[in-house]
C-alpha cells in the first residue's frame, strides 16, 4: 500500500473556509463588508500576511472584491455549488438566505429516460419535479430542476406545492425533518459541463439560443443507495460558482 501522509489544513485556507461558511450561510451578504487584513489577523492570532492571502484567495473565488472601500461580498448565493448547498443543510442552515429564488412548477411527471436512470427507477415512473429560477434583483442567475422519488409525494405533500419550503433548508432539508431521511456524506457526485443554452434554459435564463451556459447535475443518495434527489442546473456565463 503506497504511504499517505495526513497534514493539517494550511492555515490560510482555514480562515478562507470560515469566511466561505459565513458567506454560504447568508451572515455576510453581497456588499457586506469583511474584516479588514489587519483585524483578522488581530482577532485570529495569525500573521498579517497569512490574513492577506486569505482574503486574496477569497478574490481568487470570486466570493469578494477588494477596492479603497474594503473587502465586499460580491457573490450571491444563488450559484453556490449543490455540494454547498447539501453541507448548508447538514449543518441546519438555510439553503438560500438571501436570494430571490422563484418555483416555475411542482408536480408530479413521468420521468424521462436520464432521470429514470439517476433515480434508478422505470421510464414513465412518476416522480417530482420541481422548477426553480434564482434571481439577483431582476435578472436570472441559475436556473434548476430538482427530481425525487414519487413515493415522497405522499409523505410530504408540500414538495407539490409552488409555496416556499418551510424552514428554509429547500426539498431535502423538509425530508429530512419529516422523514428522517438524507443523503450520506461520500455517496454524493457531481458533474459539470461548458455547453450551450436550449431554448427552455434560453427562456427562463433570459440569455439567446445557443449562448455558453454552464451546466450541472448532482446525485444525492442515502446510506441505502435509494438517491433522494438529482438536480440538474444552468448557470450564465460571467457568471462564478462557488465550489469549496
Given at each position: 500500500m503506497t504511504p499517505h501522509?495526513?497534514?493539517?489544513?494550511?492555515?490560510?485556507?482555514?480562515?478562507?473556509?470560515?469566511?466561505?461558511?459565513?458567506?454560504?450561510?447568508?451572515?455576510?451578504?453581497?456588499g457586506e463588508r469583511l474584516p479588514t487584513v489587519r483585524e483578522?489577523?488581530?482577532?485570529?492570532?495569525?500573521?498579517?500576511?497569512?490574513?492577506?492571502?486569505?482574503?486574496?484567495?477569497?478574490?481568487?473565488?470570486?466570493?469578494?472584491?477588494?477596492?479603497?472601500?474594503?473587502?465586499?461580498?460580491?457573490?450571491?448565493?444563488?450559484?453556490?455549488?449543490?455540494a454547498d448547498r447539501l453541507r448548508s443543510v447538514g449543518r441546519g442552515r438555510r439553503i438560500y438566505p438571501h436570494g430571490a429564488s422563484k418555483i416555475i412548477s411542482a408536480a408530479l411527471v413521468d420521468?424521462?429516460?436520464h432521470v429514470a436512470d439517476a433515480l434508478d427507477v422505470e421510464p414513465g415512473e412518476q416522480v417530482i419535479r420541481r422548477e426553480r429560477?434564482?434571481?439577483h434583483g431582476d435578472v436570472p442567475v441559475t436556473w434548476s430542476v430538482t427530481w425525487m422519488p414519487g413515493e415522497l409525494a405522499e409523505q410530504v405533500p408540500e414538495l407539490l406545492s409552488m409555496a416556499?419550503?418551510?424552514?428554509?433548508?429547500?426539498t431535502i432539508g423538509l425530508v429530512k425533518e419529516r422523514l428522517g431521511r438524507f443523503p450520506k456524506a461520500g455517496l454524493d457526485s457531481y458533474r459539470e459541463c461548458a455547453?450551450?443554452?436550449?431554448?427552455?434554459v434560453a427562456e427562463r435564463l433570459g440569455v439567446a439560443e445557443g449562448d455558453p451556459v454552464l451546466v450541472g447535475e448532482n446525485t444525492w443518495p442515502e446510506e441505502s443507495g435509494v438517491v433522494l434527489e438529482f438536480g440538474e442546473y444552468a448557470?450564465?456565463?460571467n457568471q462564478w460558482v462557488y465550489v469549496k
Amino acid at each position: 500500500m503506497t504511504p499517505h501522509l495526513q497534514r493539517p489544513e494550511p492555515i490560510y485556507m482555514q480562515l478562507v473556509n470560515h469566511y466561505r461558511d459565513v458567506i454560504a450561510a447568508g451572515d455576510l451578504r453581497d456588499g457586506e463588508r469583511l474584516p479588514t487584513v489587519r483585524e483578522i489577523s488581530e482577532q485570529w492570532k495569525v500573521a498579517y500576511t497569512t490574513a492577506a492571502k486569505a482574503l486574496r484567495q477569497l478574490a481568487a473565488d470570486g466570493l469578494v472584491s477588494t477596492s479603497k472601500q474594503g473587502t465586499i461580498v460580491t457573490f450571491m448565493e444563488s450559484t453556490f455549488s449543490p455540494a454547498d448547498r447539501l453541507r448548508s443543510v447538514g449543518r441546519g442552515r438555510r439553503i438560500y438566505p438571501h436570494g430571490a429564488s422563484k418555483i416555475i412548477s411542482a408536480a408530479l411527471v413521468d420521468a424521462p429516460q436520464h432521470v429514470a436512470d439517476a433515480l434508478d427507477v422505470e421510464p414513465g415512473e412518476q416522480v417530482i419535479r420541481r422548477e426553480r429560477v434564482t434571481m439577483h434583483g431582476d435578472v436570472p442567475v441559475t436556473w434548476s430542476v430538482t427530481w425525487m422519488p414519487g413515493e415522497l409525494a405522499e409523505q410530504v405533500p408540500e414538495l407539490l406545492s409552488m409555496a416556499p419550503i418551510p424552514g428554509g433548508g429547500g426539498t431535502i432539508g423538509l425530508v429530512k425533518e419529516r422523514l428522517g431521511r438524507f443523503p450520506k456524506a461520500g455517496l454524493d457526485s457531481y458533474r459539470e459541463c461548458a455547453t450551450r443554452a436550449t431554448a427552455l434554459v434560453a427562456e427562463r435564463l433570459g440569455v439567446a439560443e445557443g449562448d455558453p451556459v454552464l451546466v450541472g447535475e448532482n446525485t444525492w443518495p442515502e446510506e441505502s443507495g435509494v438517491v433522494l434527489e438529482f438536480g440538474e442546473y444552468a448557470i450564465p456565463e460571467n457568471q462564478w460558482v462557488y465550489v469549496k
